[in-house]
Each structure stands twice: as structure tokens, then as C-alpha cells.
């Protein structure tokens, strides 16, 4: 049993963090950034571009972090329900 909840947590840690976080989160401060840094390539756009870049990476990881958060405490959750409702029935 401890080896199975084990394993859906890591299934479910690596779906939200390997699939969830790289979708494509477009954040119009981004988009516009990378517009113009395309249109004009200077030092400062191009620093405008990775702080965008670096906070829509810390928006996805937030994202994740929150749906693995989800993930795992229903997980958790339907096991404890799982794991009472076998010791009540095997007192009875």
C-alpha cells in the first residue's frame, strides 16, 4: 500500500512538473517584450526579455506546485478514507 501511494505521488510530482509547467503560459508583458527586442535587438530589451521570461517560469512553477498540490491531496485523502473504511470492517 506504502509503495503504491509512493508511486502515484512521484507519477503525479512528474505530470505536473514535466507536462503542466511548460505550457505555454503567454503573458502579454512577454509577447510584447519579445516583439520588441525582435524589432530592435539592444542589451536593455534583451534584459527585458529575461527578466519576462524569468517571471513566467515562476508563474508556471507556481501553477504546478498547485495542481501537484491538488493531485496529492486527493490522493492522500481517498487513501486515508480507503485505509479507515478496511479497519472498520475488519473490527466488525
Known amino acids: 500500500m506504502k509503495k503504491l501511494i509512493i508511486f502515484l505521488l512521484i507519477a503525479e510530482f512528474l505530470t505536473s512538473f514535466t507536462v503542466l509547467a511548460p505550457?505555454?503560459?503567454?503573458?502579454?508583458?512577454?509577447?510584447h517584450a519579445i516583439s520588441v527586442y525582435a524589432n530592435k535587438p539592444?542589451?536593455?530589451?534583451?534584459?527585458e526579455v529575461d527578466?519576462?521570461?524569468?517571471?513566467?517560469?515562476?508563474?508556471s512553477?507556481?501553477?504546478?506546485?498547485?495542481?501537484f498540490s491538488i493531485m496529492a491531496g486527493s490522493t492522500?485523502?481517498?487513501?486515508r478514507?480507503?485505509?479507515?473504511?478496511?479497519s472498520i470492517?475488519?473490527?466488525t
Open 61 to 67: 512553477i507556481g501553477i504546478s506546485s498547485v495542481i
Open 23 to 31: 505550457t505555454c503560459i503567454l503573458r502579454h508583458d512577454m509577447i
Open 89 to 91: 470492517i475488519e473490527k
Open 51 to 59: 527578466r519576462q521570461r524569468q517571471i513566467t517560469q515562476r508563474y
Open 76 to 79: 492522500l485523502f481517498l487513501f
Open 42 to 47: 539592444t542589451l536593455e530589451n534583451k534584459t
Open 81 to 86: 478514507i480507503r485505509k479507515n473504511s478496511k
